[in-house]
């Protein structure tokens, strides 16, 4: 079966950095896209950044120009650099891959909680 492995939260000082990393693994004939998602308690899941198999980023108006969404092919892996970090992106992160015919697969979740 397809699993998700993330890693890399923690706790972070406003203005500090993390990143996380997601590797895939199992009977996944093709990946569509990955991407990463958070939600913060009391809120509803939100999109933060997404990258295709061909490369092409989207990201999240509340966070362009502060993370950076990446893959490495060889290891099946997608990594969220996240820099300049707020009080407000604090949320547990998760990891989403798209594969062929529209199968969605979602990682555990990592906490990431950042203090004024």
């Known amino acids: 079966q397809v699993q998700l492995v993330e890693s890399g939260g923690g706790l972070v000082q406003a203005g500090g950095s993390l990143r996380l990393s997601c590797a895939a693994s199992?009977?996944?004939?093709?990946?569509?896209?990955m991407g990463w998602y958070r939600q913060a308690p009391g809120k509803q899941r939100e999109l933060v950044a997404t990258?295709?198999?061909?490369?092409?980023?989207n990201y999240a108006d509340s966070v362009k120009g502060r993370f950076t969404i990446s893959r490495d092919n060889a290891k099946n892996t997608v990594y969220l650099q996240m820099n300049s970090l707020k009080p407000e992106d604090t949320a547990v992160y998760y990891c989403?891959?798209?594969?062929?015919?529209?199968?969605?697969?979602w990682g555990q979740g990592t906490q990431v909680t950042v203090s004024s």
């Open positions: 990258i295709t198999s061909g490369g092409s980023t």
């Open positions: 989403r891959v798209d594969s062929v015919g529209f199968r969605v697969y």
């Open positions: 199992g009977s996944i004939f093709a990946i569509n896209a």
